[in-house]
């Protein structure tokens, strides 16, 4: 390709690959007893937020995104109340883009039932993640190692064995 052609079409794919909250760049695939569906930073974007720091390597960062919970009530999880026999075996699996799996318990992540908060943190520092890192990464509060963080988010499910 021409060189300036080149760079033109470098150009236009940059433009063209806006970050997570801009516009539709990343999407969340949510699924549950009632089934599966995909939401958009747009569905994310009107629950309660929560800051959470997390150290890994030797680097501290605040990150900043809805809580779990809040995103798992779109599924209809019985949080609060609901969390009582049966629904105390409903279990979350997180997956990630590079294959990366990670499993909470329900009750781990309702802020009824524990003082530790978890986020499905969007930006890092007041600034969007990087693709390395998002759009979307887990941030698990009191964890004595990092290893529960999920980086880019691809998937929730609530299941039950
Ligand atoms: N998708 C994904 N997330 C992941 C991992 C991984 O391999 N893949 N490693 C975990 C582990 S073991 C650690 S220690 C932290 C490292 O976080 P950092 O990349 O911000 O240093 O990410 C966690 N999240
Ligand atoms: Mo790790």
């Known amino acids: 390709m021409h060189r300036t052609l080149a760079a033109l079409a470098a150009l236009l794919s940059l433009t063209a690959a806006p970050s997570w909250g801009q516009t539709l760049a990343a999407s969340l695939r949510l699924s549950g007893p009632a089934g599966e569906r995909t939401i958009a930073a747009a569905d994310l974007a009107d629950l309660p937020r929560r800051t959470l720091s997390l150290t890994a390597h030797g680097e501290t960062h605040v990150y900043e995104g809805p809580t779990l919970a809040s995103v798992l009530e779109r599924l209809d999880a019985p949080l ?58 887990i941030v698990v509060e009191g964890d004595a190692r990092p290893a529960r963080s999920v980086r880019q988010v691809t998937a929730i499910e609530l299941r039950a064995p």
Do not use: C, H, N, W
């Open 80 to 137: 609060g109340q609901r969390l009582r026999g049966e629904a105390l075996k409903t279990f979350v699996v997180v997956r990630a883009a590079d294959g990366y799996v990670v499993v909470f318990s329900l009750a781990e992540i309702d802020p009824a039932m524990r003082p530790t908060a978890v986020i499905l943190a969007d930006t890092a520092d007041g600034a969007p993640l990087s693709a390395e890192e998002g759009p979307l990464r």
